[in-house]
C-alpha cells in the first residue's frame, strides 16, 4: 500500500498554510496563547501525516520485504522502523 499522495499533499498543503498563519501572528505580535494554540495545532496534524506516511511504509514496504524472505531486506526494513520510534520516542 502506497500512501495516499493526494491526502498527504492536500493536508501539507493546509499545515504550510497553517504555519503561514503563524508567521503572521507573530510579525501581528499577537497574543502568545493564541500563537501557541496555532503551533499545536500543526504539530498534531504534522503528526497525524507522519503516521498516515509510516502506516503505508509498514503496509507495503515492509509487507513486501517481509513477503520476499529476504533476510537482509528484512532486516534493514526492521531497521529503519526501529529508528523511527527512537527518534518518535524522544
Avoid: F
Avoid at 517481509?66 to 529508528?83: F, P, R
Amino acid at each position: 500500500m502506497m500512501a495516499d499522495h493526494e491526502r498527504i499533499t492536500r493536508l501539507l498543503k493546509t499545515a504550510r498554510g497553517q504555519i503561514d498563519g503563524i508567521l503572521r501572528m507573530v510579525e501581528d505580535d499577537r497574543y502568545c496563547i493564541d500563537i501557541s494554540t496555532q503551533l499545536m495545532a500543526t504539530e498534531s496534524l504534522l503528526a497525524r501525516i507522519n503516521a498516515d506516511v509510516l502506516k503505508a511504509h509498514v503496509e507495503g514496504c515492509v509487507r513486501t520485504a517481509m513477503e520476499t524472505g529476504d533476510e537482509v531486506e528484512q532486516d534493514a526494513k526492521l531497521a529503519e522502523i526501529e529508528m523511527v520510534i527512537e527518534k518518535l520516542a524522544k
